[in-house]
Every structure is written in C-alpha cells, then in structure tokens.
C-alpha cells in the first residue's frame, strides 16, 4: 500500500485565503519529510469547497523543495482546460521534478463551476473524450493532429514532451458506476473515492467494471494502479481523534451538498446520479454511519491500521490517498495526524497488497 493527501484548498469561514494556501503547501512539503508517496492538489473554482484553479501552479512550487514524492492531480477537470495547454504544462513539469508527474483527470461534477465558465454541462463526456486523444498524441507524437467535434489542429509541435516515456501515468476519476469501465476502456489508472457514494457493497462490482473495460478493449490488467480518496484521521487515542475530525468531515458534508444537490437550473444527468447518495449522506448519515460505512476512518494507530487493512481488500487499491486537512482542521492537528500516520499506521502496512484482478 502506498500513501498520499489530497489537498483541496478549501476555505472555511475563519481562515483567511493567504493562510488557506501557505497552510496547504507546507502540508504538501510536509508529506515527503513523513515519507508519503505522493500529493494531488484538486482544481476547483469560485466556492469556498476549494479554489486551487490550477494545480500545475502549485505543483510546480513543491517540485523544485521536494526530491522524491510524487506530484499527483486529484483532479484537472478536462472540459474546463485546453487539451494542448495541458500537454505542455505537465510536460514542462515533469521535467521540473525530474520524473514525478501523475496526471488525473476528470470530467468534473459541479454545475456551478461549469455554469460560470459558460461551459454545457451536457457536452463534457465528448469534451474529456477529444482532450484525452489530444494530450496523449501530443505527448506519445510530439505534434498534433486531430479532427473532432470541439477541438481541431494541424500538426500542432508539443514542447516540452514529458521526461517520463512513454508518458507520465494518466489516472481517471470515476464517479458514475459506466465510467468505471470507460476508465478500463481507454486504459488508464483508476481514481475513486469512498467520499462520493461508492460503498463496500459496490466497490467489488465497479472494480470488476473498470477490469472488464482493460480486457475487453485490449489493455493488460497487470501493474494496475487504483487511488482511492477516503477521509483519514489519526489521533493519539479514539476519543481524541473523533473529536477533532467530527466538525471537519460535517462541514465537508454540508458545504458540497449546497453545490452538487438536485434543484433548478442543475441538469439531471446519468453521470451524476452520484448527487443522490450525497445528498443521503447529508440529511440521513449521522456521525456514526458515517464512520461504520467506512466513509470516514478516523481513531487511535491501531484502529486505523486494521481498518485500512480491511478497507484495501475491499475496494483494492494500491495507493490510499488520505484527506486529512478538511474544514479548517487546524494545521497542527493535520501534521499530529501525518506523524501518526508515519510512525504507527504506515510501517504496518506497506507490504499489504490489494486482491487480485477479479476474472470475469
């Protein structure tokens, strides 16, 4: 099992924006002194859910005070970023850190970010499709050329092409159970999150999905890497460590329910049917559910150790990425729990290994 943080740059009242973003990058430099695997700043846009427009740029501050973690998105929402741009970007950047660029993408999921950027939110599988083609020929090519509905150009020269060959690894978030097995289709690594709805009874079943895409489009099923986003806390004791997180993960609940629930003016989308178990969580979850469902793991070294033992044979993943700093949890708190998470939980479980491949 390997170990990351996703960082939201989320801004809850009390914290001013210039605290938000220096708290999140000493957290980000903070992971590789604490021997994570990797960080993944998350884009996203005029709320106080998260404002990092751009991962790239902080990324590219972390690359050159770091040496080994890698430099994850988590995610860059296609449909709002030009393919080429973001060719050239996480090239440049991946020669910056020499080596250490994981590119997520996605196809994003709430309506008010699309909504003002003036982007139909019904066009974003055909947006994510094209700007998919367009990175991985600009990066596997060097030049461009392409013909579609939303992106035309004629043999467009990439540069920098990235370090990695044939490129740096290219993960998709899955959200809707159909784009687990699209993921398996264009033979990409996986992204999902026991945050939006996917439970322990579903996870085996999109697991399945994501590998009947990999076979049935020729794509290998082995050296496959699955992150999984789950709420992780740790604390000296159970009592402790649940009475600093509670307020945090509740916040988290409240704020993206205001922006992802059905109402006017926000379309009824397949894709989206994720809206529903959110909106669950909110008004019908209480505190306790939440933490038996496994949405949130949160207690003493060895609780958390055990449960993340059991929660890689679940929905078998190989890196667990931990969201940690939620709410406003204050910043001494999140690095109390990344030491914890260090010298207590991680030893322990490094050598753990997800389930085999399902077969069918």
Not at 188 to 194: A, E
Request: charged share 25%; with cysteine; glycine share 8%.
């Amino acid at each position: 099992m390997r170990f990351g943080m996703l960082h939201l740059f989320e801004n809850p009242v009390g914290k001013s924006e210039h605290q938000v973003i220096h708290e999140q990058m000493q957290l980000m430099r903070a992971a590789e002194d604490l021997n994570f695997d990797s960080v993944w700043p998350a884009e996203h846009h005029f709320t106080e859910y998260g404002f990092c427009a751009s991962p790239a740029l902080s990324l590219a501050a972390i690359a050159n005070e770091t040496k080994r973690i890698r430099l994850g998105t988590g995610i860059v929402i296609l449909p709002m970023n030009h393919p080429l741009r973001v060719a050239e970007d996480y090239g440049f950047l991946d020669h910056l850190s020499n080596g250490r660029i994981d590119l997520g993408v996605g196809r994003g999921y709430q309506p008010l970010e699309f909504e003002r950027y003036g982007i139909d939110q019904t066009t974003t599988r055909g947006q994510f499709d094209e700007a998919l083609q367009v990175i991985q020929q600009a990066w596997t090519q060097g030049r461009v050329d392409f013909e579609g509905e939303f992106y035309r150009f004629r043999d467009v020269p990439i540069r920098p092409i990235p370090q990695q060959q044939p490129h740096p690894p290219i993960w998709m978030a899955a959200l809707s159970q159909d784009t687990f097995e699209l993921a398996g289709r264009y033979g990409l690594d996986l992204l999902i999150g026991s945050v939006f709805g996917l439970s322990a009874e579903t996870a085996p079943l999109r697991r399945a999905d994501y590998y009947r895409g990999l076979r049935e489009h020729g794509h290998s099923t082995e050296g496959r890497q699955m992150g999984c986003l789950t709420m992780v806390y740790v604390g000296e004791t159970m009592e402790q460590a649940r009475a600093d997180f509670r307020e945090a993960v509740i916040w988290y609940f409240r704020t993206i329910a205001k922006y992802i629930a059905p109402g006017k003016g926000k379309p009824a989308i397949k894709s989206y049917e994720m809206y529903a178990d959110f909106q669950n969580l909110l008004n019908e979850v209480e505190w306790d559910e939440l933490l038996d469902r496994d949405v949130v793991i949160c207690g003493s070294p060895d609780y958390v150790t055990e449960k993340l033992a059991d929660f890689q044979q679940t929905f078998g993943f190989t890196e667990l990425l931990c969201w940690t700093r939620l709410g406003g949890l204050d910043h001494r708190k999140v690095l109390r729990s990344m030491e914890l998470m260090c010298d207590k939980v991680m030893p322990h479980l490094r050598d753990s290994d997800p389930p085999p491949p399902p077969t069918e």
